[in-house]
């Protein structure tokens, strides 16, 4: 197969069209690892995340927009303002398969405007277009305007960003058709070079190797999805999406409470899943699935009464439930659903900015900052006008508490001191997400190892752990500790594999992400990868983001896969985990040591040698 | 003098896709030395005609055991009153 990328340069206006080199397409596959490849080698060295020299991918997989289920998942990354290393994140929905059918498998966006810009594709033509009229829109404004501009034979998908990245706030998304995608501040790099849009209409084939194979093996897929009852018809993501698993995490100690102080939330019940189900969610009818999707785990919330009342809104998601829910002390599923439907209108990241309103919101409460610090918001948890107000004061980058919100967690507790980075909640400066590790081991390593910092996907293991996905046994036991990091590390390259094919990674709940999602990869690229080769995708791209992160802080290394002290210092004071604390030190031995890395988490020139990295090796070393 | 008839019974509850069949609770009889393993061959059985045999005892087998409140394993003896947390399978991300 042969795939075609756009080469956007905002500074000189010009737009080219290249060919993926058939070897880099078979080796990087697509998403994570083709976008690491081009960043890794098109970003100069140490050039500030805000500079017209970083640049964006925007990369698909080889099964986006085809029969594969769930085939719509594509990743944004770049060097990260957040954390000063390397980003990557996902979005679902249908803005893909559109790009997919104007031609193109990505964007590389490089340079910087002179005045805001989109950018309009439409099949061979490709433009860049004033976007002074919608500089300033929120993302739900802006896809509306971009859409009824250029809607002709067919409604034009549009991926924008919004006020808080025009405004360089530094925990931002991208908002591709209603779904978010990145973390570490993604959307504000677009901000920075002033690309507020990319608007694509497609009309062409998405074409595949084996047109028959892929059939037959997305109906395996197909099938095995449909029995779930997790991932099947009335299944658990059908009725409440990942939210199902609220009671759960509540139960096994780990729904972080009250800027992670504890892993229980008395008002467990009123946030769960089932609970958004029977209220909000109509019992699960009111479902925005993607196309080809079996699970359907989005839901629409429509909020009928209350002060809230008229507001309609996908979601919230687990992780938005969480961190703007439990997180901050709040229990009011219509507030929490609003503060969801404001971090998508600002384009917010919603884990960050719960966990850092969670973050201020302690601060507020240990009398570390005052009315004085906050605009005069009383910021106690629980108070859900307050949640509602640092969104918008956030997501405008508004005011005093504004700016504290906007600037993330780490930095907010630099600013504010006073030992409140103990209790700062996030990993090499990306806040962390809705599970607490101190109740699942596992969880703890793969925040202070990921690579983009505190992620919960990269891998998930919290299922596994607490949730029942694997047997009652060693090292899948959530205080297991022996055995974890080769677990990790082995998991971590089957996620980032299944990362690089564009299928979304919900669909591994259902069907084994290598047995049935690689005959898809197969017959979709004709590139007959082998299992070990699959997963070695996955461990490529992986090596390849670690090496970014090497190259660009001049310091970074083990003391940089750590976790917060609060997860390592101050044992959990209640639920199944009460007393424990993270033992990471022994698990990062062993993740290192099944990873080919040196002690200080360094990949070895051998390691990356054997997975073909050889161009990264002077680089680092 | 009044005799008191202590009820043997604990409550087991569920988490997971076990609560969509099962609901969120039941009541389970148990004997003197009881143990988790028992309560959940009890449940099994009550759940069987609900559910396909093999998929619910491989659910038991993944499920995560809380009892009062703490991880317990299958041999932890069980008390009349005790709360037995069954978490079956869910996923979210
Ligand atoms: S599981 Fe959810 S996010 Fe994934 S493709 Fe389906 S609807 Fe979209």
Redesign the pocket.
């Known amino acids: 197969m042969s795939e075609t990328i756009l080469k956007v340069d905002l500074t000189k206006g010009s737009i080219a069209k290249e060919t993926v080199p058939p070897e880099i397409l078979k080796k990087f596959m697509g998403s994570k690892g083709l976008a690491a490849y081009y960043l890794f080698n098109e970003i100069p060295p140490r050039v500030p995340a805000f500079s017209a020299e970083n640049k964006v991918a925007i990369m698909c997989g080889p099964l986006i927009g085809t029969v594969a289920p769930?085939s719509?998942?594509f990743c944004v990354a770049t060097k990260s303002p957040l954390t000063g290393g390397w980003t990557d994140g996902y979005a679902?929905?249908t803005w893909a398969d559109m790009l997919r059918a104007a031609g193109y498998y990505g964007i590389i966006i490089g340079g910087m405007a002179e005045k805001p810009t989109y950018l309009y594709i439409e099949d061979d033509k490709v433009e860049l277009r004033d976007a002074s009229d919608i500089w300033g829109a929120n993302t739900y404004e802006t896809i509306r305007l971009l859409k009824e501009r250029h809607r002709s034979d067919i409604e034009p998908t549009v991926l924008t960003i919004g006020p808080a990245a025009e405004k360089l706030a530094l925990i931002t998304t991208v908002i591709a058709e209603y779904r978010a995608a990145g973390r570490g501040g993604v959307a504000s790099v677009l901000g920075f070079k002033k690309l507020k849009a990319i608007v694509v209409k497609g009309h062409k084939e998405v074409k595949v190797a084996n047109p028959e194979k892929l059939e037959e093996a997305a109906k395996v897929a197909r099938e095995k999805l449909i029995k779930n009852p997790i991932t099947g018809v009335r299944g658990r993501?059908q009725q409440m999406g990942t939210s199902n698993i609220v009671l759960g995490v509540n139960a096994a100690g780990a729904l972080p409470t009250r800027n992670f102080q504890t892993g229980v939330f008395e008002y467990a019940e009123d946030i769960s899943g089932e609970s958004f189900r029977d209220t909000l969610w109509m019992g699960g009818s009111r479902r925005r699935?993607?196309p080809r999707?079996i699970?359907?785990?989005?839901h629409l919330a429509v909020i009928e009464s209350g002060k809230w009342a008229g507001i309609v809104d996908e979601g919230p998601d687990y992780e938005n439930l969480v961190m703007l829910g439990s997180n901050c002390g709040v229990a009011d599923k219509n507030t929490i659903a609003t503060a969801e439907f404001l971090t998508d209108l600002y384009g917010l990241d919603g884990i960050s900015a719960g966990n850092t309103i969670g973050f201020l919101m302690e601060c507020f409460e240990k009398g570390l900052i005052t009315k004085e610090d906050t605009d005069g918001v009383n910021l106690r948890f629980g108070n859900e006008d307050a949640l509602i107000e640092a969104l918008v004061r956030g997501g405008t980058v508004t005011g005093k508490l504004g700016k504290l919100v906007a600037m993330g967690v780490r930095r907010a507790a630099d600013v504010i001191g006073q030992g409140s980075q103990k209790f700062a909640m996030h990993v090499k400066g990306l806040e962390m997400p809705a599970y607490e590790p101190r109740a699942a081991f596992g969880m703890g390593l793969c925040y202070a190892r990921s690579d983009r910092g505190a992620c919960h996907l990269r891998p998930w293991t919290f299922g596994a752990e607490c949730l029942g996905l694997a047997p009652r046994e060693v090292p899948y036991l959530p205080y297991d500790v022996q055995g974890k990091g080769a677990w990790v590390k082995t998991l971590n390259d089957v996620f980032a594999a299944v990362d690089c094919t564009g299928v979304?990674l919900?669909?591994t709940f259902g069907v084994d992400a290598v047995e049935d999602i690689l005959p898809m990869v197969n017959a979709a690229t004709g590139f007959n990868y082998t299992a070990e080769e699959y997963i070695k995708v996955g461990e490529r791209a992986s090596n390849l983001t670690r090496a970014f992160w090497f190259r660009e802080v001049s310091d970074f290394g083990r003391n940089y896969d750590t976790l917060p002290w609060r997860c390592l210092q101050e044992p959990l004071p209640s639920g199944p985990a009460k007393g424990k604390t993270v033992p990471l030190e022994p698990m990062l031995n062993d993740y290192y040591k099944a990873a080919g890395w040196d002690a200080n988490g360094k990949p070895t020139k051998a390691k990356l040698q054997e997975l073909g990295l050889d161009f990264v090796i002077d680089k680092i070393y | 003098m009044e005799t008191v008839v202590e009820r043997k019974e604990v409550v087991v509850k569920f988490m997971g896709v076990l609560r969509d069949t099962a609901g969120p609770e039941m009541v389970v009889t148990i004997k003197d030395n009881s143990r988790i393993s028992d309560v959940l061959q009890d449940v099994q059985k009550r759940l069987e005609p609900l559910m396909d045999k093999n998929l619910l005892s491989k659910i038991l087998r993944y499920s995560r055991l809380v009892l009062n409140g703490v991880y317990a394993p299958d041999e932890a003896e069980v008390k009349p009153g005790d709360v037995l947390m069954i978490i079956s399978p869910a996923a979210g991300g």
């Open positions: 769930s719509v998942k679902s929905g993501h699935p993607c999707c699970n359907q785990c989005t979304c919900f669909i």
